[in-house]
């Protein structure tokens, strides 16, 4: 029987980086929520102790490197140390809406989503922090996927506090049609930029978790935008025309290479949705509608 799964993905309202660690990793101080924008993914359970991955997107591996393959892999391995119940084999398929490379968390919420459904399916073997500790090792996005709440992320991203009254809002996504590379948009960073911006944000971020209804827009900022722009000319011209296009705040998320506007009120998205996608009908940018609550 073969199981449908939904994979949900991510944008980051602010993010600071904060340092740079000893290992050669990123401090993260980060408000991260799940959109309604989703990849399906499909789970056949065979007999043969065989597994595999297929993409419909080209861009998306179908090897051991897709981080959907790994996360099998990975819980299978631990399931053997703690149970010597019957392992079958498995296949993965995933119909890909996220645009990959996009900062959205594609892979992430792909490996999070089967690490979930492989958990039930066997009758939850480990805990969701015990899941969460695994999925760490794949991705820091993993984590979140699996967290179930929007949250402020620190340190790599493992480090999660739940936002629990976060305003909902509709958003207008963009992929410009390019994969920024994340290892260059964190080592292209100018710390010099963003320090004071940094102190700011942080000195205020208490409200979110007092549990009163925190409204996000005065405080959308990412640290990476900066550096992705200077690295990436077409980064830079998506966002300044669609900030033109729709008259409001435009935001990255993650490290790129996607930017998204936030909307209060349905027919309003509806109308920055339409003019995005008159400018650009037969351009490689792909525009979204999406929200969160």
Not at 11 to 40: A, P, W
Not at 97 to 105: E, H, S, T, V, W
Not at 109 to 117: F, K, P, Y
Not at 144 to 160: D, K, N, T, W, Y
């Amino acid at each position: 029987m073969i199981n449908k799964y939904k994979s949900f993905a991510k944008i980051n309202l602010f993010l600071f980086v904060t340092s740079k660690r000893e290992d050669g990793y990123h401090n993260l101080h980060s408000l991260m929520t799940q959109i309604d924008l989703c990849d399906d993914i499909y789970i056949d359970f065979i007999d043969k102790k065989k597994m595999s991955v297929t993409c419909d997107h080209p861009g998306v591996p179908e090897d051991e490197s897709n981080l959907a393959l790994k996360a099998a892999m990975l819980f299978y391995h631990s399931l053997k140390r703690t149970s010597s119940g019957e392992k079958k084999g498995l296949t993965i398929k995933i119909i890909k809406r996220i645009p990959p490379g996009g900062g959205l968390g594609g892979g992430s919420s792909n490996a999070a989503a089967v690490l979930t459904a492989l958990n039930a399916y066997y009758k939850r073997p480990f805990s969701k922090a015990e899941l969460m500790k695994m999925g760490l090792t794949l991705g820091a996005d993993i984590p979140f996927f699996l967290f179930g709440s929007p949250a402020i992320a620190r340190g790599v991203g493992e480090r999660l506090e739940k936002v629990p009254a976060l305003r909902s809002y509709y958003l207008v996504l963009c992929d410009p049609g390019i994969a920024a590379s994340t290892a260059k948009v964190y080592k292209n960073i100018d710390f010099t930029l963003t320090s004071n911006q940094k102190y700011n944000m942080n000195t205020g971020l208490n409200v979110p978790l007092r549990g009163e209804e925190f409204d996000v827009r005065d405080q959308m900022h990412n640290d990476l935008e900066e550096s992705a722009c200077r690295l990436y000319p077409e980064i830079k011209e998506t966002k300044e025309e669609m900030a033109l296009l729709l008259q409001r705040k435009v935001v990255m998320t993650g490290s790129g290479s996607s930017f998204f506007a936030l909307f209060s009120a349905r027919e309003n998205a509806d109308r920055g949705y339409e003019r995005l996608l008159k400018k650009w009908a037969g351009s490689k940018r792909k525009v979204f509608l999406s929200s969160f609550n």
